[in-house]
Each structure stands twice: as structure tokens, then as C-alpha cells.
């Protein structure tokens, strides 16, 4: 089957990154919000970071207008109906998936297949909420979901070939490199980039460096494009929180944990750039390391 129409729940970050960059593909998208609260704010984000392509010549002001047409903006789970294809990206909460995807599994056509951008839930316990265990996979974009190239693609023992084969035809329709991975908690990338955010975390605990030093330790010493308490309010500080529960959860190993700072962070509403203070306070250009923090 060829995916030609998708509907994704969740107009986060990643639901409106992943709208985008199908859309971008010439894939029609309905993008459905997830929770009360002004309706435009996806549809303004998508607006803004293709205006800014525009501005820079990557993109015309035609284009630009083409891909947000190929949007539906809505919070009506009902216009999941028709697609080919269900991606759901919201909250990384169990209990909340599962029900959301209960409620999918009665809307979407018989043919359409379920998908999870889940982080590190297992996709095994969100499929056993549905009735179609067949037609149910795991597709982890990266964040931000316009640029980065790979897409995990996670099926279970019970997802059927012709759904795999559609899932990676997908990926790679949207210009995309999938890598399949086993359903096991964080896959690959989350598996080995969140043990290592949460050490860097501990290491300005146990006071061995400043934030800058920690970041740019690792940019330069590392070569890594970021440092990983940039990362961290990059992803979001609430979203590697909840990796790290649930890795820790998974394999009980003791490194996987949350520290203690990022919990303390996380109840306090200071979540990294979304919140515009974590690690770094965004408010300033450019950021800054947070004064609370050291
Ligand atoms: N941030 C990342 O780098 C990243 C990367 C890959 C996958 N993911 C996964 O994508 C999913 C969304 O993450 P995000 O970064 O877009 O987060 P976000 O905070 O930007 O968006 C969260 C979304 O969840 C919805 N939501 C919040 N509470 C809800 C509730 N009670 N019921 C239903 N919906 C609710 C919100 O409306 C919003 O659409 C998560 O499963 C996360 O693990 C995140």
C-alpha cells in the first residue's frame, strides 16, 4: 500500500515536525491537537520555521505555501479516518497512549496502519490496546523531525511484513533513512544517548565542570555538534526524564536513572528551550547558562 495521506496526533514539537517534513514530501497531513488550548499554535510554528527558509532562499514563498496547504489543522481525532497511516506523537505517557490509541483503532480505516513516535515505551504495550496488532509499528523520528534523517522503525513479532515493507517505503518517501531495531525500550539512538545525557547531568552535580565547560568539552573534545546539557533542553528536559525513567524501569541499571537535578528541574516547570530556561535560559541571545544552576 502506498501512504498518500497521514494524520498526526499531537501538535508538539515532533507532531508538527513530522507533519512538516511529510508534507514537504507532497504527503497530505492532517495534524490533530491533543489537548485543549489555542488552536493555531502548531500552524504558526510550521509558518515560522518555513518563513525563515524563505528569507533564506532555500525555499519559495510557493512552496512554503504549498506544504502548509497539504495540512489540515484540527482537533478532531475523526479526520484520522482516512489515513493511510496514524502517528502518534504526544505526551510519552503509557496510560495516555494507550488510550489514545484504543480510541484511534476505532476511527481509522481497516487498512490503515497504527504508529508510535514513542521514545522509549515499548510499542508491544501500546499495540495491545488496538485490534490490529498486524497493522501496529514503532516509527521514532529525531528531533527536529524537518531535518534530521533517520527514523527508527520498530515492528513487533506481530506486525505484519507488508506493513514493515509500507512503513520504510514511508520513511524513505519523506527522504528518510530507516534503521529497523527490536522493540526494546529506548532502541538504539535513546538506549545510548540518554544514560549519557543524565551522566553529563551528574557531572555538574559532583561540580566537575561549569555548564559551558561540560557542553563544550564535548563539541570539541568529542566532536559532537552539541553538548549534551544543550541536548538535553534541546529534547526537552521533561522528555529525557521520562527516557531515563523508563530505561531505568526496563533494565534497572543504575546509570539509566534519572539524577536527581533533572527531576528536581522537571517538577519545577523548567524544561529547556520549549520553557525558554533549563540548563541554558533562551530568553537571552544567545542563551546563556542558567545563573541558578552555577
Ligand atoms: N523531543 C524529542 O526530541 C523527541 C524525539 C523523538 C520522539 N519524541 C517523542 O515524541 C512524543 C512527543 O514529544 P514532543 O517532544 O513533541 O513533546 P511536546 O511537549 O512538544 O508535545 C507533547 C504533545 O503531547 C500532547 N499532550 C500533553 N498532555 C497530553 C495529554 N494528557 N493527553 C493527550 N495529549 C497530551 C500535547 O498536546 C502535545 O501535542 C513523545 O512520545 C516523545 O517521547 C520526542
Do not use: W
Amino acid at each position: 500500500m502506498s501512504i498518500e495521506k497521514i494524520a498526526v496526533l499531537g501538535g508538539g514539537q515532533m507532531g508538527a515536525g513530522i507533519a512538516e517534513a511529510a508534507a514537504s514530501r507532497g504527503i497530505s497531513v492532517a495534524l490533530i491537537k491533543a489537548t485543549p488550548g489555542p488552536s493555531d499554535k502548531a500552524k504558526a510554528g510550521i509558518e515560522k520555521g518555513l518563513g525563515r527558509l524563505v528569507e533564506k532562499g532555500k525555499l519559495s514563498a510557493d512552496d512554503a505555501g504549498a506544504i502548509v496547504s497539504r495540512i489540515t489543522f484540527t482537533d478532531d481525532l475523526n479526520a484520522a479516518a482516512d489515513a493511510d497511516l496514524f502517528v502518534e506523537s504526544i505526551v510519552e505517557d503509557i496510560a495516555i497512549k494507550k488510550q489514545k490509541f484504543a480510541e484511534a483503532d476505532k476511527i481509522v480505516k481497516a487498512g490503515g496502519i497504527l504508529a508510535s513516535n514513542t521514545s522509549t515505551l515499548c510499542i508491544g504495550d501500546m499495540q495491545a490496546a488496538t485490534e490490529r496488532s498486524d497493522r501496529f509499528i514503532g516509527l521514532h523520528f529525531f528531533n527536529p523531525a524537518t531535518m534530521m534523517k533517520l527514523v527508527e522503525v520498530i515492528p513487533t513479532d506481530s506486525t505484519d511484513a507488508s506493513v514493515v515493507a509500507d512503513a520504510v517505503a514511508f520513511v524513505e518517501t519523506i527522504g528518510k533513512t530507516p534503521v529497523l531495531v527490536k522493540d526494546r525500550t529506548g532502541f538504539i539512538v535513546n538506549r545510548l544517548l540518554t544514560p549519557y545525557m543524565c551522566d553529563a547531568i551528574r557531572c555538574l552535580e559532583d561540580g566537575l565542570a561549569d555548564i559551558a565547560g561540560i557542553d563544550t568539552a564535548m563539541q570539541l573534545g568529542a566532536n559532537h555538534p552539541m553538548g549534551p546539557l544543550s541536548l538535553a533542553d534541546y529534547i526537552g528536559l521533561d522528555i529525557v526524564n521520562a527516557m531515563s525513567e523508563n530505561l531505568f524501569e526496563a533494565f534497572g541499571k543504575d546509570y539509566m536513572a534519572p539524577p536527581a537535578l533533572l527531576k528536581k528541574l522537571v517538577a519545577a516547570g523548567t524544561l529547556g528551550r520549549k520553557t525558554k530556561l533549563g540548563f541554558y535560559d533562551y530568553s537571552e541571545r544567545p542563551p546563556v547558562p542558567n545563573k541558578e544552576l552555577g
